[in-house]
């Protein structure tokens, strides 16, 4: 479908600046929302909010449905009365541009089983009944992941197909036992999806409300270790035992030249489809109530994917295997109605995936700091963008724009120069410029570059591990933006939204 055109940040909420050592769903969300008011920017982009395991990636979570408990504010539970103040105040860290993922979940850990305690202890029968219409709304995948992760920290978070046989391969009395003895436990982990939920959903409302819209991400492929895999085996490529057999990725493109070998494990699509495409389908409605729009990560992956054993090393050795996209499409359309969707059609790109895509009418995305590396005819430069498309200057997989530049050969700074009739002392603000005076309906930028910041603050490198999605900026970081020319920038492009005021 299309978008109105406007703009607005690429931001993940563990960026925020809270103080408790990653961002988080509470007051730093919602000053960033004014920001983005206050700039006559309408849209906020996150990337996918699941719970992570191992590296703390987005991309690698424990469930396509839950939300990342590690994400509820712990102000939020102490103004609702879960959490005294003192309490809270002892889980403090010094707010810096780099994210204290570890220490911040032992001290948010005991604060929210604290918290769950309380919650149960005084549940009255007006929350009893909201949550209990929750657990009803998430029927879906809400008890599997529940006592997925109850089995998973019980043993410590080893992979599901290493569990004791019993409750890896989902006996009856095996779980029921479980149940019984874990109870506590499993309620532990609802209360922090309800909490989570319910923060989120009342995030989101104040970022309608202001005009803001807000775009989320659908990762194409799910984690091996996650309650999705653990619960519905047969909708994957996995043995009986539940180890994987073929593996997902990409072959050498513009971020690897061994290509990305992600290892989730590949659908088994053939069930997927005589099923009626119903685990997708939960999928998407659940995704377009949590947000406004959803950008599908890996869209070339729903016309053909990379398929690659599992013992393989690298994403070198593989083949490309046709998917149903078109019969999914068509199936969640009908079921669900108009598809609010923007494809990241990055990376090989055919003419059966962009026909999958325009016959859908959702719009791709334009890369800026991909326009340089040839000649007049790249479809990355601005005089070659269609209107229904997003331009961005770069993604999170991307380095900022000053960090690009410094890295670029002489010939793509020569180009960019050029093409920017400028001298390159300000090449974070040429592309934003470039990206928001485009054709393209929607111009995206990540916070970083309306920061002027290099390579230091870039949130992922692709198919390196150690050292990503820990960058966060400071309060005074984001008062020292230049708001002024943001704003002039959105005037003169025409992407203020029609009742936004100065």
């Known amino acids: 479908m299309r978008f109105p055109r406007s703009c607005g940040i690429l931001l993940h909420p563990t960026s925020f600046p809270s103080r408790y050592g990653t961002g988080d ?17 309408t849209i906020w982009q996150v990337l996918p909010l699941g719970p992570t395991g191992y590296g703390n990636s987005p991309y690698a979570s424990y469930s396509a449905f839950a939300g990342s408990s590690y994400l509820i504010s712990l102000d939020k539970l102490a103004e609702k009365g879960l959490l005294q103040n003192k309490e809270v105040r002892m889980a403090e860290l010094p707010v810096t541009t780099k994210a204290e ?21 005084g549940l009255t029968k007006e929350e009893s009944a909201k949550l209990n219409k929750f657990k009803k709304a ?14 998973s920290l019980l043993n410590q978070k080893k992979p599901w197909n290493l569990w004791e046989k019993g409750l890896a391969q989902r006996e009856k009395g095996a779980l029921k036992e479980f149940k019984k003895e874990y109870e506590e ?3 532990h982990q609802l209360w922090m999806q309800y909490e989570f939920f319910n923060q989120w959903y009342e995030l989101k409302s104040y970022a309608n409300e202001k005009g803001v819209r807000v775009i989320g991400d659908i ?49 088994n699509w053939k069930t997927l489809e005589k099923d009626g495409f119903s685990w997708w389908i939960e999928r998407f409605r659940q995704m377009f109530e949590l947000y406004d729009a959803i950008r599908v990560d890996h869209f070339r992956g729903f016309d053909a994917y990379w398929e ?17 996209g078109q019969k999914l499409f068509e199936t969640i359309k009908a079921k669900l109605g108009e598809l609010p969707i923007i494809a990241e059609d990055l990376g090989v790109m055919t003419p059966s995936v962009e026909a999958l895509r325009d016959g859908f009418n959702f719009p791709g995305m334009k890369i800026i700091q991909f326009a340089f590396d040839s000649d007049s005819s790249n479809d990355f430069l601005p005089h070659n963008y269609s209107q229904n498309s997003v331009a961005y200057t770069g993604t999170h997989d991307n ?9 670029a050969p002489e010939i ?8 920017t009739r400028s001298n390159g002392d300000e090449v974070e603000w040429e592309l934003i410029r470039l990206a928001l005076l485009s054709v393209s309906d929607q111009a995206i930028i990540p916070l970083q570059d309306y920061m002027s910041l290099d390579t230091e603050h870039r949130m992922n490198l692709p198919a390196t591990v150690g050292n990503n999605w820990l960058w966060r900026y400071t309060p005074e970081m984001l008062e020292g933006v230049d708001r002024d020319r943001i704003r002039g920038l959105v005037e003169l492009s025409n992407r203020k939204a029609a009742d936004s005021s100065d």
């Open 25 to 41: 769903l509470g007051n730093e969300a919602k000053t960033f929302i004014d920001f983005l008011v206050n700039t006559n920017q």
């Open 101 to 121: 993922y570890e220490k911040s979940y032992i001290l948010k850990d005991a604060l929210y089983r604290k918290a769950s305690d309380g919650f149960y202890a």
């Open 138 to 151: 998430n029927k879906f995948w809400l008890d599997d992941y529940c006592l997925f992760m109850a089995c």
């Open 185 to 187: 436990l499993i309620k």
């Open 219 to 267: 990762p194409i492929f799910v984690d091996h270790n996650s309650a999705d895999v653990w619960a519905n085996p047969s909708y994957f490529a996995v043995d009986k035992q539940g180890n994987r057999k073929l593996v997902a990725g990409v072959p050498p493109d513009y971020f690897s030249e061994t290509g990305q070998l992600w290892g989730n494990p590949l659908y």
């Open 308 to 324: 690659v054993k599992a013992n393989e090393k690298t994403a070198i050795k593989g083949r490309w295997v046709k998917a149903p």
């Open 399 to 407: 380095d900022t724009s000053i960090g690009w530049y410094k890295l």
């Open 412 to 419: 793509q700074k020569h180009r960019m120069r050029e093409y």
